[in-house]
């Protein structure tokens, strides 16, 4: 693994391990908002590296390609109301492009696209490894929407719904995009799947954001959402077990 990917995973490892229990126990600094928006940008430059490393081209254009469509859509989402539902960022995650979608909202986009793909990858069905992915994302957002909305504070929804006040549209929009950015990735990167030399490396970035998120959820005690991460975590760790077994078998 390259020297720079190597030293950006030790830095976010050693940067997870003080921020989770200080998000958990609200102990966050006013001066210190800053950190959640440089973990999000810090992680989704690791993993577009890795794309870049992966694939090379291909994966440097998949990096590309997904972080200005998601910023489209966020921009267009925030301007108009569709299709996630009204909605608008706050200053926490730092700076703004355009004045509207925080820089650290594509790059958070990097971290779960890759992400859900490669934890969904042991499914080996290519259908399959895309729905999977599409729906990872979507379970992932059910465990953010809490936190981002109440604890951190990231945005602030001017909609309501029956999920912790958040519209359904907001999912169905999540789980469409999430289709359709996982479907882009293979499309760009079709070896991606089966070929990648270190596809645990994607996986555990997703786990320790479904492991984050649940323990905040707990901590707050948003119980539904904590309960859907155990599951999720569960789900993880099947799929893992599932890709270990497969190799173990060739």
């Known amino acids: 693994m390259p020297s720079l990917i190597a030293a950006l995973l030790g830095i976010y490892l050693f940067v997870y391990a003080w921020a989770v229990p200080m998000l958990m126990l609200d102990l966050v600094p006013a001066w210190g908002e800053w950190m959640g928006g440089f973990l999000i940008i ?15 081209a291909r994966g440097a ?9 998601a910023y489209m859509v966020e921009g267009i989402g925030v301007s108009t109301g569709v299709p996630f539902g009204q909605y608008r960022y706050t200053p926490v995650l730092g700076l703004q492009l355009g004045g509207a979608v925080p820089l650290a909202i ?3 986009w990097l ?3 890759p992400g859900a793909l490669m934890t969904a990858a042991p499914l080996r069905r290519t259908v399959y490894v895309l729905a999977a992915a599409a729906l990872l994302a979507l379970w992932l957002d059910l465990l953010i929407e809490p936190v981002a909305a109440y604890v951190t504070g990231y945005w602030q929804w001017q909609v309501s719904g029956p999920y912790y006040g958040v519209p359904t549209t907001n ?7 999430a289709l359709v950015l996982v479907v882009l990735l293979h499309l760009i990167t079709p070896t991606l ?20 998120f649940t323990l905040v959820d707990a901590a707050y005690r948003f119980w539904w959402a904590a309960l ?13 077990r599932r890709r270990v077994e497969q190799r173990s078998t060739l």
């Open 42 to 56: 810090l992680q989704g430059s690791l993993l577009a590296l890795w794309l870049a490393w992966e694939q090379g």
């Open 111 to 113: 971290i779960v696209v």
């Open 193 to 212: 799947i089966s070929a990648a030399r270190a596809a645990w490396l994607p996986v555990l970035v997703f786990a320790l954001n479904v492991l984050q």
């Open 61 to 69: 254009t998949a990096g590309f390609m997904i972080a200005v469509l």
């Open 228 to 240: 859907l991460g155990v599951g999720l975590l569960l789900y993880i760790w099947w799929l893992w």
């Open 171 to 177: 999912f169905l929009a999540w789980g469409g995009t």
């Open 106 to 108: 594509p790059f958070a």
